[in-house]
């Protein structure tokens, strides 16, 4: 039974398998499989096989089902003689017709969840003896496995899917202003997620107190057609959930008290469930999407968390286009605003060294500076060449302890043998070569702040003395025994994923978690493509006033390039390629060295196979860290490999030192 964990990734098919299955290991002549579900509190028998094989759409109360005794009471049901037996008549009848005697219910349930039962049937009475029970249980808790991932895997299906189409939605909303095609965009979009018969979308006109209809495409939108399309907001189910700002979800009876035109021609055309979702921004309420069903509770809770998305998008799309013209008018004006307070608010704050304004950058200003006045220990996360240290800064500066000092540690530029003395210090004769005290990193950020970046790489011996030092502020020297104590605020940063190093035993949980009080993720350089025009012209003119040049246009071509290219290498590549493009620059045209851009792409072109794709990657880790493999900054560390294991993929792959060299 255990391949049934791995062999099957979907309900149907691994029903199908485990009634074959356990016809060879016991005496079944019928299997079925319930569900429980918690939302009708109903036992669902999903697969029934015996003389005949079909899925079985019966639903029974968890109170009336022999299967609904076992999943609540966590127990085995054995039924020796279903003649005999009088509890749960309408389920033992049903049995009893297919020419079962008896019959046994055993729980499915993991670790993480009671999903519902597997149940035997066999035409002998007395079928399941003490050698079944012993075996059916163990056979119960990998098919309950089995059952969990596949359920899991068509979750996650959903969810990509619900995902997929609501970037599809944002991108329709983001490019389309004008309501009349914008509506109908919509509706296609739902209707692949969530059945409905009509849906419209109710816009709110605050001076008339009114709601305007604008249907979208749905089956019922032609029967429909002649409603009044401007309703009082008074009494109609979208206008309650306008003016209480929440979601109301309403059935026919609901519906059958409310004294309104529109509701009275939805229950004309059997509508049995409506679904109002209020559109709101922070500027007030703007209107509702309205879904409705000719199903009764035909909106599952999942089904209105989507919808509350779709309609969170909608009322951003909405606002947009009535604010368009407004926003056409202040453009310009806007623009010069923006550089102002831009510049007072990084001065403000400190933040004179971080040039950008999007969204992620903003996030992530927004936390350094939410974090800098306490003293928690910050963890900075994110690629190379994201800026993690400028952060790690502008937290010191914008903190109690601005007038004392910041101290930095590259905890992988320093051999591992060093770190510790480096870190904790040493005194005179600690180890061969020591020939005079020394003092720590520790000792020095005392009163201040301490940053360790690449603190990923620190080995697993050093660990636990980081710890105590997190945990108690105190720490000995090497080769002493008395213990120091300091007063330093730790600020940490790695682009290693240190939640994956826990869990393969390379990193210490418990220094993880003292770490990870308050984590800042560093968005990459393709996630800001709105800052790259900014950095160029900073990195620009940063350069040229060093090297006395005078460089005062950058040609659109240009600009577009580099906001198009993926910038592996973040701020610092797009920084290194700026200093590149001063140096070529002779005139006022800044002259940028585009093609070292569609080398790198071309270089990383492959033929769409997971093992090409694969190489390519490993070449462009080895070109990043110059060909050195091994060692704490090595591709292998990069890749997350061993050594070994790295070196016979290149070998396997037939890498080449020209192809990362060059």
């Not at 202003?177 to 009509?198: E, H, T």
Request: charged share 25%; hydrophobic share 40%; glycine share 6%.
């Amino acid at each position: 039974m255990a391949d049934l964990v791995v062999h099957h990734q979907n309900l149907p098919e691994l029903f199908v398998a485990m009634a074959e299955r356990l016809r060879q290991v016991t005496a079944s002549d019928a299997t079925n499989f319930s569900l429980y579900d918690p939302e009708k509190n109903v036992m669902h028998l999903h697969f029934w096989e015996g003389s005949e094989s079909r899925l079985a759409p019966l639903e029974v109360p968890v109170e009336e089902s022999p299967s609904g005794w076992a999943w609540q009471n966590q127990q085995p049901l054995v039924v020796d003689d279903l003649t005999e037996d009088p509890r749960f008549p309408p389920v033992l009848r049903i049995l009893r017709e297919k020419g079962l005697r008896s019959y046994c219910w055993l729980p499915l349930t993991t670790a993480q969840k009671r999903l519902g039962t597997l149940g035997l049937g066999s035409s002998r009475t007395n079928a399941y003896g003490e050698k079944d029970m012993r075996l059916l249980p163990r056979v119960a808790k990998l098919v309950a496995v089995a059952v969990e991932n596949a359920l899991t895997r068509e979750a996650l299906v959903r969810e990509k899917e619900r995902l997929h189409m609501l970037l599809e939605v944002n991108n329709t909303l983001v490019t389309n202003r004008d309501l009349q095609k914008l509506f109908p965009a919509i509706s296609g979009f739902i209707r692949r997620m969530i059945r409905y018969d009509y849906a419209s979308v109710a816009v709110y006109d605050e001076s008339a107190h009114s709601l305007s209809l604008y249907p979208l495409d749905s089956p019922l939108t032609t029967g429909l057609a002649g409603m009044d399309t401007t309703l009082p907001v008074k009494d109609t189910p979208a206008g309650r959930a306008l003016m209480e700002r929440e979601t109301k979800i309403f059935n026919r009876e609901d519906l059958m008290g409310i004294q309104s035109s529109f509701v009275s021609q939805m229950l004309e055309h059997g509508i049995q469930s409506l679904c109002c979702i209020p559109l709101t921004t922070r500027k007030g309420e703007l209107g509702t999407l309205n879904l409705a069903s000719r199903e009764e509770r035909a909106f599952a809770p999942q089904d209105v968390g989507f919808l509350q998305q779709v309609a969170a998008q909608v009322a951003v799309a909405l606002d947009n286009a009535r604010a368009y013209r407004e926003i056409a008018q202040l453009t310009e004006k806007l623009a010069s605003e923006k550089l102002y307070l831009e510049e007072e608010i990084r001065t403000e704050l400190n933040f004179e060294e971080i040039v950008g304004e999007s969204t992620a950058l903003k996030r992530v200003l927004s936390q350094a500076r939410t974090v800098a006045p306490s003293d928690a220990t910050v963890l900075i996360l994110g690629d190379t060449g994201t800026g993690k240290e400028l952060i790690a800064r502008a937290i010191h500066r914008t903190s109690s302890r601005k007038e004392r000092l910041l101290v930095k540690l590259n905890c992988a530029a320093i051999p591992t043998g060093l770190l510790e003395s480096e870190l904790f210090g040493h005194e005179k004769g600690a180890f061969t070569g020591a020939i005079s005290q020394k003092v720590g990193r520790l000792e020095l950020a005392d009163k201040g702040s301490l940053f360790l970046d690449e603190v990923g790489d620190i080995p697993l011996e050093l660990q636990p003395k980081l710890l105590r030092v997190l945990q108690d502020q105190e720490f000995e020297r090497l080769g002493s025994t008395r213990t120091i104590k300091v007063d330093i605020r730790m600020v940490a940063a790695t682009n290693r994923d240190l939640a994956r190093t826990v869990a393969e035993k390379e990193f210490r949980s418990d220094l993880y978690y003292r770490l990870n009080v308050f984590p800042i993720r560093m968005p990459s350089l393709s996630e800001r493509k709105t800052d790259i025009p900014l950095l160029v012209r900073h990195f620009v003119q940063k350069f040229s006033r060093g090297m006395n040049k005078q460089i005062e246009i950058i040609p659109s071509s240009t600009m577009s390039a580099l906001v198009n290219w993926e910038w592996p290498g973040n701020v610092r590549e797009l920084e290194n390629l700026m200093e590149r493009s001063v140096i070529l620059s002779e005139g006022p045209v800044l002259n940028a060295p585009l093609a070292e851009l569609r080398i790198g792409r071309e270089g990383l072109e492959s033929d769409g196979t997971l093992e090409s794709l694969e190489r390519q990657y490993i070449i462009r880790v080895l070109r990043e860290t110059g060909g050195v493999i091994a060692g704490p900054r090595g591709a292998a560390v990069r890749l997350g490999m061993k050594r070994t294991t790295l070196q016979s993929r290149i070998l396997k792959m037939g890498i080449s030192r020209q192809e990362y060299e060059s």
